[in-house]
């Protein structure tokens, strides 16, 4: 699996030094765009701020991402709708409306390139159509200039399309090294491999330790912007689904007839397409095929099954990046910004964006921020419907089988997502890991770059069993979400520790 195309071009990202000041007012954990968005606003209106990241800038779904900023997000206004009200939907459009504004003028001011063009929820089979009618009417019913289409005319097959004109899409390196920059000129400090390991809430005075892998100190608040909340072991993460999908840039066949605009389907597995032009060059962005983390037997084959989606419909297409990342999916299916109860009142959490955080990320940013400075909030998501957040959040907490969760996550997400097989628990496809078991323990054995690894495969956030990911050679959790390298090195996710090494 290769690195994204973002990282392949990724420009600078200023960061600095560990902060030599042992107190700030807030420290923000985690340096992609809630991270970011966050620190600018809080360095912006007069406080000190050091935002702390555990890998790189960007090392999240931030330096990932397809980067289509819309309105239009698959079905989610109709699944909003349905499942809690016309109320909540319209909350939630807002919040979106004003982060895509924000991040139309934030890229304007600071020299982002950004190209304007159409989204498209489609249909690929007469299955879907329904869907499509039903996000034009919810759309409609919002306000949004949406135009409903019978056709297209496209290189895949479309049997209906809602389309929302004057949409983003953008480079999300360029975005993330502008934001580096707009920070670092407000005065916060970022931190790269600074990994967050403890944050423990003090009385008196105030405030909140913080030690992390490159020194410790103390600040006022915390802002956890870490995708799901680290630490966190009670509800919040158990209401976080996490998702990875994939993503591959094509070389188009010379003179290929390319889509105008921005494409998700609403089948299963969903379909996502883009292009981006760097210099003379166009790329053809493919992706979707996502899946609960840590529930897939084989994910080298989700790549393949996109490559074979595009070389169908796009003959003689060549893949020159294929990666992958994920996001998280609220049970409730609206963003969260809160305070976290465990925090006394200092410590607070944004994210689960569903993977349409290019617009929520910058409005729970501005939500986050007002928490912390403790004015009136201009920025809400909507409170979901107890009848609706029952339905799902019971199915969560009940025991519900992986699959079940999976549906769950289908039905959440609107737009189709895959259903995961379920991790295996005997041997992986790929003769480089075995998963078998030390009397109760599971033990995961791989061999990667020649070196034999042996770890345990339970989870040291809350004991969840581990799976083998064969495109990315890590143990994922199929929990909430942690991922570990083969050899048991942290990647992401809730858990702040490695896999015990045996
Ligand atoms: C494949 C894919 C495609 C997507 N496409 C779109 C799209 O087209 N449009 C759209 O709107 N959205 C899309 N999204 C969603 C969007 O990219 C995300 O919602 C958004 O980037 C989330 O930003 P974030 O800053 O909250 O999280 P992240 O970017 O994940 O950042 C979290 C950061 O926290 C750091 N961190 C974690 N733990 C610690 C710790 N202990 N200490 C310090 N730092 C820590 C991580 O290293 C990471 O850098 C997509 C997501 C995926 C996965
Ligand atoms: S991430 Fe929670 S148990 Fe693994």
Same mark, same amino acid.
């Given at each position: 699996m290769s690195t994204s195309l973002w990282h392949d071009h990724a420009p600078d990202y200023p960061t600095s030094p560990f902060p030599t000041s042992a107190h700030v007012d807030v420290a923000v954990v985690g340096a992609g765009f809630t991270g970011l968005i966050t620190a600018l606003l809080l360095a912006e209106a007069g406080r000190s701020v050091a935002v702390l990241e555990a890998r790189q800038v960007g090392a999240g779904a931030s330096g990932a991402t397809t980067a289509k900023t819309t309105l239009l997000q698959g079905t989610r206004l109709s699944t909003l709708t349905r499942t809690h009200n016309k109320e909540l939907a319209a909350d939630y459009l807002s919040a979106s409306r004003l982060g895509q504004d924000w991040l139309r003028e934030f890229c304007r001011d600071h020299g982002v390139d950004t190209h304007t063009t159409s989204a498209f929820t489609f249909a690929a089979t007469e299955k879907g159509v329904q869907q499509v009618e039903a996000e034009h009417r919810a759309a409609h019913d919002l306000g949004l200039p949406t135009v409903l289409h019978d056709n297209l005319v496209t290189p895949f097959p479309v049997q209906a399309a809602v389309e929302l004109p004057e949409q983003l899409q953008l480079n999300p390196a360029d975005l993330l090294s502008a934001l580096c920059r707009a920070v670092t000129d407000a005065g916060a400090t970022i931190t790269e491999q600074?990994?967050? %390991?403890e944050v423990l809430p003090r009385e008196a005075p105030s405030r909140v330790e913080i030690s992390t892998s490159a020194g410790d100190l103390t600040a006022d608040r915390v802002v956890l912007a870490t995708a799901t909340p680290i630490l966190d072991k009670r509800t919040t993460t158990m209401e976080l689904v996490p998702q990875r999908s994939y993503l591959c840039a094509f070389d188009p066949a010379p003179n290929a007839a390319l889509p105008d605009g921005m494409f998700i389907s609403v089948e299963s597995p969903s379909v996502s397409l883009r292009t981006h032009t760097l210099g003379e060059e166009t790329k053809l962005l493919v992706g979707g095929y996502g899946h609960r983390t840590g529930q897939s037997r084989s994910t080298v084959e989700r790549l393949t099954e996109i490559e074979n989606w595009t070389t169908e419909h796009f003959p003689g297409t060549r893949r020159t990046h294929g990666w992958s990342a994920q996001d998280y999916h609220p049970v409730s299916m609206v963003p969260m910004v809160e305070t976290l109860h465990w925090g006394e009142g200092l410590v607070h959490f944004a994210g689960g964006y569903s993977k349409w955080g290019m617009t929520s990320a910058p409005a729970a940013a501005h939500q986050v921020a007002d928490l912390v400075l403790e004015r009136p909030g201009r920025v809400t998501f909507g409170s979901p419907s107890t009848l609706g957040t029952a339905k799902t959040t019971a199915q969560m907490q009940s025991g519900a089988t992986t699959s079940q969760v999976s549906n769950l996550v289908q039905a959440v997400t609107g737009a189709g997502d895959d259903r995961g097989d379920g991790p295996? @628990?005997? +041997? +992986? @496809? @790929?003769? @480089?890991a075995n998963v078998g078991r030390e009397g109760l323990r599971p033990v995961g054995e791989a061999t990667v770059n020649g070196q034999a690894c042996r770890v345990s495969l %339970?989870?040291?956030?809350?004991?969840g069993t581990l799976a083998w990911n064969d495109a990315e050679e890590s143990w994922d959790c199929p929990l909430h979400g942690s991922r570990f390298t083969a050899d048991g090195t942290l990647l992401e996710g809730p858990a702040v520790g490695d896999l015990k090494r045996l």
């Open positions: 600074a990994r967050v %390991t295996d @628990d005997s +041997t +992986t @496809d @790929d003769s @480089d %339970t989870c040291p956030h809350l004991g």
